[in-house]
């Protein structure tokens, strides 16, 4: 895996899940469909640069992944937990990169 196409991966993903995501779809990701799926679109655009097929089974992966871990998160988070908070972001990051990175190796590199 060439190494630019690494780093452009870390910073698109950091761009789509993190830059361009709104307060509400952070907020309300978790308890409404809707908005997983508007988060989930937003971050999906720039994948787009690997083609149409990575973005559309990373926009899977990543819906499937927030489904769970916003839910979870956002327990933690009511109950005051802050360390199982952040580890569950934690988590849902390294999910993604796997999924980015798996992706790419099965599409480009077999």
């Known amino acids: 895996m060439p190494i630019l196409d690494i780093l452009l991966l ?3 993903h950091w761009f789509g899940d993190f830059a361009c995501q709104i307060n509400k ?3 309300n ?3 409404s469909i809707k908005w997983l799926t ?3 679109s937003v971050y999906t655009l720039p ?3 690997f083609g ?3 973005a559309l089974i990373n926009f899977v992966l990543h819906w499937m992944t927030d489904f769970v871990t916003s839910k979870v ?3 933690f988070n009511k109950i005051g937990n802050q360390r199982l908070f952040f580890a569950t972001i934690g988590f ?3 999910i993604h990169m796997t999924c980015l990175f798996a992706t790419y190796f099965l599409l480009f590199l077999l």
Do not use: E, R, T
Request: charge should be neutral.
């Open 10 to 12: 870390v910073w698109m």
């Open 52 to 54: 149409w097929q990575f």
């Open 92 to 94: 849902d990051q390294a």
């Open 47 to 49: 994948l787009f640069w």
């Open 38 to 40: 508007l988060h989930v």
């Open 73 to 75: 998160s956002g327990h």
């Open 25 to 27: 779809m952070a907020i």
């Open 29 to 31: 990701k978790g308890s």
